[in-house]
């Protein structure tokens, strides 16, 4: 039945020796009520994730503990659109935090491609589903619009006569005119919908430090803007998005050099 409820909720067949953390201990006194709190907790799907993943990825947060229907995690300051940096940056050189948030957005974006069985689509991105650890880590600590690729196509499949149909959240698919059906593929992807809500914000003309160079400034607001715009239903799509990745990798990490030596 665990099993089960984790295949209804992440769309995946799992092995039953990797649901061992959804399981209450050993038989004894008061089984039943940590039977009773497992299933119960088992409903709520960030629950299934914050349980399963963390040992996969460091960008999900690990449940701490339980008791009956709740649970706890690590106590973390979300993202706001009222922080002028996004998050909460007191006391830090915010040119140089951003560049390592940043560079950890990305890291992220290449964890959720790769560390699982199945890509992780996250169809709701804003500052307040993310946050920070002290050592700029980035965190998603809102994960209910997140979905891996098999429940991700089997919600963008559905009837429509325009491609806006198929727009579900932040992931997009495209309508086929001749059967009135959304593709089952993503069309763009979490790295663009990423440079669009988050990195246009920080690198736009507007939110520039002057410790960077004017090049190197223009050369990541360019790059920002290529990212945000990137992407369609062909396969190109992801040689574009990998090309640009590693642009925005690498001007990141100039940048950080860059601020570092001027710290010096």
């Known amino acids: 039945m665990v099993a089960g409820e984790v295949k209804n909720t ?27 709190s497992a299933w119960s907790l088992l409903q709520q799907e960030e629950y ?3 349980s399963l993943l963390p040992d996969l990825s460091r960008h999900i947060l690990p449940v701490l503990g339980s008791c009956g229907h709740f649970y706890a995690v690590e106590y973390l300051a979300a993202g706001s659109p009222h922080h002028r940096a996004l998050f909460p940056l007191d006391d830090v050189d915010q040119a140089q935090a951003i560049s390592h948030i940043a560079l950890s957005f990305l890291d992220m974006v290449s964890h ?48 429509c006569t325009e491609d806006e149909d198929c727009n579900f959240f932040d992931c997009f698919s ?20 990423i440079c669009d809500k988050i990195f246009r914000h ?57 601020l570092q030596e001027v710290e010096k």
């Open 10 to 36: 992440l769309g995946l067949e799992l092995p039953n020796n990797s649901i061992g953390p959804l399981w209450p201990s050993r038989q004894g006194p008061g089984w039943r009520q940590q039977l009773a």
């Open 112 to 159: 959720f491609e790769s560390d699982f069985s199945h890509r992780l689509h996250l169809c709701d991105v804003k500052p307040e589903n993310f946050a920070i650890k002290r050592d700029f880590t980035v965190v998603a600590i809102d994960v209910d619009m997140a979905f891996f690729e098999p429940k991700m196509r089997e919600i963008l499949e559905q009837n």
């Open 174 to 193: 495209k309508c086929d005119f001749r059967v009135k059906k959304c593709g089952a593929q993503r069309v763009n992807s979490n790295l663009q919908v």
């Open 202 to 258: 920080w690198f736009s003309s507007t939110h520039r430090s002057p410790a960077i160079s004017p090049q190197l400034r223009l050369q990541l607001q360019q790059a920002v803007q290529e990212c945000a715009h990137h992407g369609g239903p062909s396969g190109n799509s992801r040689t574009a998005s990998s090309s640009v990745f590693w642009k925005l990798r690498w001007l990141l990490q100039a940048t950080l050099r860059e």
């Open 48 to 50: 299934v994730y914050f």
